[in-house]
């Protein structure tokens, strides 16, 4: 079992940047590490995840302009988010998830405001 705390999320303009913070409580290794948001109405949706260390996913209407990393020394991930536009706006959700049971965690959440 692995507890994940996010930070980073706050207010910022539009077109501004924010980045995102997940400290596991453990080795991320055995995990498929990722950002989901949810926005007010919505349904929880994946951001971005990274599968290897070589390959990332990306929902479509962030590509080019998120990006994530992971830093396995101190077991966090990051979110970088640039040009960040209104419809970003959502509570932000680290996931871990076991890369052989598929059992998921989660954080709870940051929430990312983008307003002029």
């Known amino acids: 079992q692995v507890q994940l705390v996010e930070s980073g999320g706050g207010l910022a303009q539009p077109g501004g940047s924010l980045r995102l913070s997940c400290v596991a409580s453990?080795?991320?290794?055995?995990?498929?590490m990722g950002w989901y948001r949810q926005a007010p109405g919505k349904q929880r949706e994946l951001v971005a995840q990274i599968i290897s260390s070589s390959n990332t996913a990306y929902a479509d209407a962030v590509k080019g302009r998120f990006a994530i990393s992971g830093d396995t020394a101190k077991n966090t991930v990051y979110l970088q988010m640039n040009n960040l536009a209104p419809e970003d706006t959502a509570v932000y959700y680290c996931?871990?998830?076991?890369?052989?049971?598929?059992?998921?965690?989660w954080g709870k959440g940051t929430l990312v405001t983008i307003s002029s």
């Open positions: 453990g080795s991320i290794f055995p995990y498929y």
């Open positions: 996931n871990a998830q076991s890369k052989w049971s598929g059992v998921e965690y």
